[in-house]
């Protein structure tokens, strides 16, 4: 998972399949403005709840992103950082599962495809239950995220998870107490709001009820 031996930043090749930057010019009020965007693409994410053990399954990674801005604010080189000074530990996150949107196939075929690469359950798409559709990001990208539930049990799970090609995912349960920690208040966490977001829609729709 941290095995990161070395890391460095360089320019962005014009052709990313990921994003794009541009810098947007608009008139408001009378007064020309400009805001500096990315375009990427949008995605889905999904709260998965395995009933026959009451937990919540989530997914670690390491972040790139996330490794770059702690890095980055703490004053660290990013011309080859120092990874005794920083461990690639801090990158690593607890998220939902999730993926981005760049098939030609149905935003709930995606999600249904994602639990399965990520975290090994196989469930039809009649099984993934649309929650919310929102936008992320909205100061730098502004990109649609669909969000889903999809409750499963042992006998889903068909394979290990863990991602496809060269991903490096692990698949991680929590218990609803250890959920319920990373929404009280003051908590601290290395998770994208849409993952808390949907810890709380969680608790709010489908939590059995002495858990709620």
Known sequence: MDNVTKAWIGPLPPDSQYLKPYRMYYVQNGVEKNWDLLKVHDS???????????KLVFVRQFRPAVF???????GGSLKEVDLEKFSP?????TEMCAGIVDKKKSWVEIA???????????VCVDRLEEVLTY???VGSHGATQKMYYCEVTDADKSESGGGVDDEVIEVMEHSLEEAKRMICAGATN???PGCLLGILWFFMNKAPKEES
């Open 190 to 192: 290395n998770s994208p």
């Open 89 to 93: 530990q801090l990158g690593i996150t």
């Open 68 to 74: 770059h801005d702690i890095v980055y604010s703490s």
């Open 135 to 137: 936008r992320a990001g």
């Open 44 to 54: 889905v994410a999904i709260i998965i709840y395995n009933a026959e053990r009451k």
């Open 112 to 122: 249904r495809e994602e639990v399965l690469e990520e975290c090994g359950y196989d």
